[in-house]
């Protein structure tokens, strides 16, 4: 009787030491920034379809201004928890390089609202130009079909990486620096 106690008052500790133990690791796992997950596409080294559109300013934006930059085209939606997760490192990437590095945010809204995708921008801090496509002309032409995604495109307009889900701030800053060393 004596001996069966210990095994159950052992059972219980290890079971403790156990649960706490995935208690941390889930803890650590669920604290770490997502990393950016790049994707094949069938436009990776091709010219980027063209983005013109009205943006969310009520003005006309398009990629073919931002040529000669670095450009992350960013699928979003207001509604999307993902893209809301990606929006402060979206921001800190796009204003954390001097303008001498040439390097631009540019955003399609998906599936979404002007009115709700504006809002969200200004939450958000984002003040590159978005444009909206309410026929998801520009998205089919990219082959998206879910936000967030995004697309890392060349100063000389080829398509050179695809983002699937949030895109973090280190992650881009990693991938345009490798493209930058693959494109001297």
């Not at 934006?61 to 990606?86: D, M």
């Amino acid at each position: 009787m004596i001996a069966l106690r210990r095994h159950v008052r052992l059972a219980r500790w290890a079971a403790c030491v156990v649960g706490l133990g995935v208690l941390g690791l889930v803890a650590v796992l669920a604290s770490r920034p997502a990393a950016t997950q790049t994707a094949s596409s069938f436009l990776i080294g091709k010219p980027a379809p063209p983005v013109e559109g009205r943006n969310l300013a009520g003005g006309v934006s398009s990629l073919a201004s931002l040529r000669g930059r670095w450009v992350v085209l960013n699928f979003f939606a207001s509604w999307c928890p993902p893209c809301r997760s990606e929006s402060p490192d979206l921001v800190r990437f796009a204003y954390s390089h001097p303008a001498g590095q040439r390097v631009a945010v540019m955003g399609v809204v998906f599936g979404d609202t002007a009115a709700n995708a504006a809002a969200f921008e200004r939450q958000a801090g984002a003040t590159w130009p978005s444009v909206v496509d309410p026929d998801e002309a520009i998205a089919i032409s990219y082959g998206v079909d879910d936000p967030p995604q995004s697309f890392l495109i060349a100063p000389d307009g080829k398509v050179v990486d695809r983002i699937l889900g949030g895109a973090t701030a280190d992650g881009l800053d990693r991938l345009v620096a490798h493209g930058v060393a693959a494109h001297e």
